[in-house]
């Protein structure tokens, strides 16, 4: 069986592997305060230009989501946020858990509209009994969405000025942020994503790392949001985040963050597998293939028949996304940091015969 259903079902990239054998034996203080994690942050902080920001590392996507969130929001607040966003529909209720609700805006295509955001954030200042409802008072985004849609820099630019002007703190879930930046549909760079927000975090799981994810409070904005971070090791501690071998975390980030003559090994990486998703992406345009939504990153939703998702099953696994009212359904085929083009020529040539 060949794996397409996510982007997170291999190891690690083998530098990661090597370096972390090389300094097997290396002692270190512990939680993250040795000198790979501050080699880290500082390569970070040169690749997102922003040399005032703090950087932590956790170890899960959705254990950093609760920590942000929940470390910013007072406990009768809210954090705004596409009803198909990923700490809406896919976390198990995690944000709830913490005492804070998820607000839903309309999404299209996995996106929030700036405009929704003022007007959400107005509807609730204008009632008159808004002391009775849960306040507004931060914006979750991801980058890409959960449909592997992208926000152009305009977007983005549009979503910034709004939150600022009212004082909502903006929170980019980068999980795959690198398969993102690296997209032929991409307008935005890494330091304008930390001009843009105030915290977002850097996804590894998804993106050639054993585990981890580096958060940015990017200290961008005017104030109130200088002191976003404050105490927020307290916060990654309390939240189960704070890894006792914390040099873990550093070291893979020093890896992933080594410049190459594109980039950095992340991008790098990332970029690869974009370029075997539009490989399949063309075979399905090609074979006629409607799609529930246009991707431009390493995740593709073809909507097939029944027929057509069992024969591709019997040799490809593939992620069953939603049922549509015709009959067919949406699915997710996803490439990895790890995809090997044998494997996509054998999921194009399967294609080519359905």
Known sequence: MIRFQCDYAEGA???????????NYCQTPGYGMDE??????????????????????LVGGTQTNATVISSILRPYQGVLCASTGHIA??????????????????????KIKAQDV????????????????VQPAMVYISFPTEFGTIY????????SAVCR?????????GARLGYGLTCDACDVTLPEIARLCDVFYIGGTKQGALFGEAVVFTNSAAEPYADLSDCFRYNIKQNGGMLAKGRLLGIQYEVL????????LYTDIAANANRHARTIREALVAKGIDFHVDSPTN????????????KIGKDFAYEVWQPLPDGRTCVRFCTSWATKAENVEALVKAINEL
């Open 13 to 23: 990239h083998p530098k990661i592997l090597e370096r972390l054998a090389e300094t």
């Open 36 to 57: 790979f994690c501050d080699h880290a942050r500082a390569m970070i902080k040169e690749a997102c230009e922003a040399p005032a920001s703090e950087v932590h590392f």
């Open 89 to 110: 529909a896919h976390e198990t209720g995690a944000i709830e858990h913490t005492g804070h609700k998820v607000i839903t805006l309309p999404s299209y295509g996995g």
């Open 118 to 133: 003022q007007d959400a954030y107005t509807a609730h200042w204008n009632d008159g009994s808004h002391e009775h409802i």
């Open 152 to 159: 152009s820099k305009s977007e983005l630019e549009e979503i």
């Open 165 to 173: 002007r009212n004082r909502l703190p903006l929170f980019i879930d």
């Open 257 to 264: 963050f080594e410049k190459t003559e594109t980039g950095w």
């Open 299 to 310: 995740q593709i939703f073809p909507v097939l028949t029944s027929a057509q998702m069992e």
